[in-house]
């Protein structure tokens, strides 16, 4: 009985129900009550629109398992993120808009957060919670920028902004290259719920970044089957012409999120951890085609309303309200302080954050909450959100509370209004913009010395000559047509700690072209090659993809090993050159991966 009225003193304290009527039991051995803090949950999809799910009233797809977030939680009905992938992941990270932390691409190295930028997963780390993420990085693949770096006890998936194969691709686990299981979202899924259930007796902070539905446009044929003859009924509204080949297929990899939704749940409840676990769902931007989208104007890359408006749904069983909307305006940047005052941990961010607690929005019925304003840029183009307005980047006005598709410039009518957004616009520019080009100017790291591998990926490199890239979006790309001895390929690096290195090669090359002598070349230091063995398979992706794709198709490399090479601290020119060219080529090229070994 002690024990029972000490519980309910503590719990008056933080505003939370417990019945103290009940006689006294053994104490509990769940799994919810031998947590303290609650679990963390965050579940990030790739380019699915806010129109994408059936709780936006979207009949194309079933989306049973999302929709039960909001119908057993909150629903934000005004949630805003970035026009495109990695400043909404920066922004979610770090609590403060991207512009701000280095972000400036998305693939090069323009990804990368700084590093004296604090992440959601080093905060809740330094509270006790196990960490881990499964999928899409896209902040940074190199150590000190790696996840592994950045918080996160596991990581397993990839560190590029998309990848080219979802079917058993060529993936990582802690920098170390393996091969995946399945599909990759089914992937993901099993590494979280593995996870899940080793640190079931602990807090656990789990990050599922899928990378779906991104293009390519691949998906099993259960769900493709669903949709490959399905007739839209509901459509893009615009003059734009939608690809309803695309959209099927953008719904039906939707549809195997919400499966893998459900067996985050079902996993929860197996461990009794769902009444301790914190579950919220949203996505990275707007939707990357022209599909039914509530007539909002804009996908991906626009920073209009249907460009930056996600989903954002979040349950806590038994301590958020059932089915409650919330209809003020918030952002990718409220995350992670949300989050640390729900889980009633320290934040001890180095940096002041742009984002703030929606904790009252979740918890009170009448919170005392004051106006605000939300900025979405991206490139050249910046717009403002208030509650009930929008200034676009082109500084024209719209009324969103009655015109939620931007079809009224209401600039010439309210100019007071029109003239104070746009110096909002100015003075914030001014403050969050890089004021020089130092994070253009970032070499990528190589050897760190607190961590084993590190990747260097042709997406890196610099092609010399005649040299081509698979595909001019970088990200899955790997280097071809080398033919002459006057061709090379080079990475800007910065050796961060003295050190010796295996190296292994990842590469295919014909038959016909065996012999190849080569030479890998750091300042003094040097390995020097032959390509002995053939490896030529065929392109993959056409056979699977549900809709033609803009991005590179892939193959099967293989490692290669080279040797060892001793390095010395400092910034140089790694150059991947040839000395002998027996057949007509070289080699398709596409990872470098070094190995610490002391």
Partial sequence: MKNILVKCMVLAIFGLSFSCKEKAKPESTSNAQRNEKPNIVLILADDQGWGDLGISGNTNLATPNIDAIANNGVTFDHFYVSPVCSPTRAELLTGRYFP???????????ERLNLDETTIAEVFKKAGYATAAYGKWHNGMQPPYHPNARGFDDFYGFCSGHWGNYFSPMLEHNGEIVKGDGFIIDDLTNKGLDFMDRNKEKPFFLYLPYNTPHSPMQVPDEYWNRFKDKELGMKYHGEEEENENFSRAALAMVENIDYNVGRVFDKLRDLQLEENTIVIYLSDNGPNGWRWNAGMRGKKGSTDEGGVRSPLVMQWKDKLPMGKHISEIASSIDILPTLSDLAQIEMNTLKQLDGKSLKPLLMEDKPSWGARVVYNHWNSGTSIRTQNYRLDSKDRLYDMANDGGQTTDLSGKLPQLTDSLKQLKKDWLQEVMPKSKETEDRPFTLGHPD??????????????????????????????????TKDSISWDV????????????YYTAKEKDLGSEFELRLGESSLKAAIAKAHDPPLVGAERDRDPRIESYTKDFVPMDLGKIGLKKGRGNLVLKVLKIPGEEVMDMRLLLFKRVN
Avoid: C
């Fill in 494 to 505: 910065d050796v961060l700690a003295d050190g010796e290195f295996e190296v292994e090669l």
């Fill in 100 to 110: 701000r932390v280095g972000v400036y691409s998305t693939s090069s190295g323009g």
């Fill in 451 to 484: 961590y084993v591998y590190t990747q260097i990926p042709a997406r890196d490199g610099v092609a010399h000559g005649n040299i081509e890239r698979s595909n001019r979006h970088p990200n899955d790309t790997f280097f071809t047509n080398w033919k002459s």
